[in-house]
């Protein structure tokens, strides 16, 4: 790339990308994996070009420059680079459509290879500001979950506009790095999860300063504000409710969550509930004294069948098959996996990264929260849904022997009235069921459990997320197999009165009227 060109077009490689990065401030980026990693991640897509604009004015680093920088002594610039990535580029052709407006037919082929951008902030170190880049080429985002893949859902769509031309990366989640003055890991991974909920909530996309002030304002700290030590787990929840959501925060960093019913909430499946949703997690990690935060946005599954709930018998959750995570780990870069390991000592589970390492290579890493930021309607927690799943599976399913020869496996997430609309105007349904599903009012948010036997579909549950906790919630559902549906049918009937399934008043009375319609 000649240095006085008006327009910077060149080989994308590891050396470019590392010239554009560093500054005369720090050599840090040659010094990190950081380039190594999005090198080789923007390969994997197909990269081999790239356009720089020189003079870029971002809305996140001018908001973190007019409350923090544009104070220093230091005279820090206030503009950034941008730099946008593409499988191939026609230099002459779009020369001629930018400085002559001609030849415009070529802008459809210019947005099928576009692959994302990344602004460089003009920072002593930690400059990779708002990134938004493409999911991995193998990446399942829509329809049913797929085994040995990476299932990515937490997607957002995202418009560039280089020198006039309008691009755009349809499918893909929001990344940027700390800066250490005015957000730490815990306000990158919150502002990746606030960026992917802006879209499914409704809400304004914050920026990271406006994060940091809202976790930070009328809450007393034995630490500053600004420059920022990183975030309390009380601090992130008073962010997420400033901007008009709901914190569901489940502990595992002293025991396993708080009990519903007798079950813990397990960690993986939680996970899965949320994911399934579009909705991403904020992960709390922990290694020794180290603590770190990272945006979870999809998983990968196993083949084999997992009871990941202690003590619970072969009651089987389709999220314990969880294998990898794919974070946003603002310490190393986008779409990065995480292996799951599962530790028998402490009857959990513990995640492996190559972030973590010492000179004995990599090192487990324990996680101690889950923090999800939901709209305030939905109510009920995933693990007082998977309690009634719970009793359904092994005092009905398995109690009346209607999963003989076959082994139940449950999916448990929560969805929205229009997705589950969409997904059932596409299926072989009676007139009945169809009229009941798609044309009866029903709650905005609810938990949808599927019933798998031997990965055949069988039945579809339905429990409303916006009722409150003490009751039961389940108010709807359907049969994929008639013959299943006839069973379970002639099971309820059977149920003698002292089974734990017809113990709970609320639950006999309401689930067993809604579970003989669904078979009728």
């Known amino acids: 790339m000649k240095a006085d060109e008006p327009l910077k077009i060149g080989q994308f490689n590891k050396e470019n990308l590392e010239d554009v990065l560093e500054n005369k401030r720090s050599n840090y980026i040659r010094e990190s994996e950081r380039s190594d990693y999005i090198t080789g991640y923007a390969q994997s897509l197909g990269c081999t070009k790239m356009c720089i604009e020189k003079s870029y004015v971002d809305q996140d680093y001018l908001d973190d420059y007019s409350g923090y920088y544009s104070q220093c002594f230091n005279d820090y610039p206030r503009f950034c680079q941008r730099l946008h990535l593409f499988t191939d580029i026609d230099a002459r052709r779009l020369r001629r459509i930018i400085l002559e407006g001609k030849g415009l037919e070529y802008l459809d082929e210019l947005q099928l290879n576009y692959l994302g951008s990344i602004v460089v902030r003009p920072l002593p170190e930690l400059v990779i500001g708002r990134t938004m880049l493409r999911t991995p080429l193998e990446a399942l985002v829509h329809g049913e979950d797929a085994v040995n893949v990476p299932v990515i859902r937490c997607v957002v769509k995202r418009h560039a506009n280089m020198h006039g031309i309008n691009l755009s990366v349809d499918e893909g989640a929001p990344f940027q790095e700390q800066d250490q003055s005015t957000g730490m890991c815990a306000t990158s991974a919150l502002w990746t999860a606030l960026q992917i909920t802006a879209d499914r909530f409704n809400h304004t996309r914050p920026t990271r300063y406006m994060i940091t002030k809202m976790a930070t304002d009328e809450m007393v700290s034995d630490s500053r504000s600004f420059p920022q030590t990183g975030l309390t787990v009380e601090q992130m929840c008073q962010a997420i409710k400033r901007i008009g959501l709901e914190p569901e925060l489940t502990d595992y960093y002293h025991g396993a969550g708080d009990r519903v019913g007798g079950l813990h909430p397990p960690f993986l499946s939680l996970c899965h509930s949320f994911l ?29 069948r997992r009871a990941e709930i202690e003590d619970s018998g072969d009651f089987y959750i389709r999220g314990a098959r969880i294998t990898h995570f794919i974070v946003h780990d603002d310490q190393f870069g986008p779409y990065t996996e995480m292996v799951v390991r599962h530790d028998r000592r402490t009857n959990g589970v513990t995640l492996l990264s190559r972030l973590w390492k010492d000179t004995a290579g990599i090192r487990a890493i324990r996680p101690t929260f889950c923090l999800v930021p939901v709209a305030p309607l939905i109510r009920v927690r995933y693990q007082v849904v998977l309690e009634q799943v719970y009793y359904i599976d092994q005092y009905l399913i398995k109690g009346s022997g209607l999963s003989a020869g076959s082994t139940p496996e449950w999916e448990v997430y929560l969805c929205s009235i229009n997705e589950m609309r969409d997904s059932i105007v596409r299926m072989h349904l009676s007139s009945r069921d169809r009229k009941r599903l798609l044309m009866s009012n029903s709650p905005k948010w609810f938990w949808r459990a599927i019933l798998y036997l031997d990965d055949d579909k069988m039945l579809e549950l339905f429990f409303d997320a916006t009722d409150m906790e003490p009751s039961c919630q389940l108010f709807r559902g359907f049969c994929h197999d008639p013959a299943f549906g006839s069973n379970l049918l002639k099971a309820l009937g059977r149920i003698e009165r002292e089974s734990p399934l017809t113990q709970n008043r609320i639950f006999k009375k309401h689930a067993c009227e809604v579970l003989a319609d669904i078979c009728e």
């Open 276 to 304: 399934r949703a579009k909705l991403p997690i904020i992960l709390g990690l922990a290694l020794d004294d180290d603590f770190h935060a990272v945006t979870v946005v999809g998983y990968r599954l196993g083949e084999n």
